[in-house]
């Protein structure tokens, strides 16, 4: 916990250093403010989905060992109704078992940030859904590291975005519920999604942060 706490403290500075770095420093090509929010900009309604209720059904389902489980490709989505929602899906780099965000990623946890407090998303809240792909860790273990990732990516924008923890509903899912279920394997099944989940009440939602005001030429002498 200390190791997780000393990282997320850190990691405003970094992040710092890397969106002023630009692409330039960027390992991967991190994607536009503009694609993150024509991703989530198009919510229709809301999904019924009682998240406390969700993170319990994750970790019983990962502790049960059932003799008829029909394997990682055939295993029933655990929360379907969340493939409903307007989604969109990040590589975030992690250190290995750990809710450690590489430096990689910096640039896309700070175009994540950006597209939260455009306008048109300004009326809604998110969910952050941890997911990791099937390997040599138990489905318990992996349902519990995918939590403290989307926790992880939440305390991020919270603390060095200054994204109203409101806004934000971090939830692992681990194995249970596959982007690809073809591929339980694929490194596509250990991305990070954030999902348009409600629309805040009117009196809740965060003012827009006005543009800045034109400067006036300058006078000539």
Partial sequence: MRANGLATAGLGLAL????????????????????????????????????????????????????????????????PELAKLPAFNAQIQFDADTPIIQPASYQTVGRIADALVHSSLLPYTFLIVGHVESNSKTREANAILSQRRADAIRDVLVNTFKISTKRLHPIGLGEEQFLDRAKPTSAVNGQLQILTYAKLPEETRPAATPAPAAKKPAKKR
């Fill in 16 to 79: 710092g250093l890397a969106l002023l770095a630009g692409p330039a420093g960027a390992q991967t090509a991190a994607p536009t403010r503009d694609d993150i929010v024509t991703k989530l900009n198009h919510f229709e309604e809301a999904a019924e989905v009682d998240l406390p209720a969700l993170k319990q059904q994750v970790m019983e389902r990962a502790k049960t060992r059932i003799k008829n489980d029909p394997g990682p490709v055939n295993r029933p989505l655990i929360a």
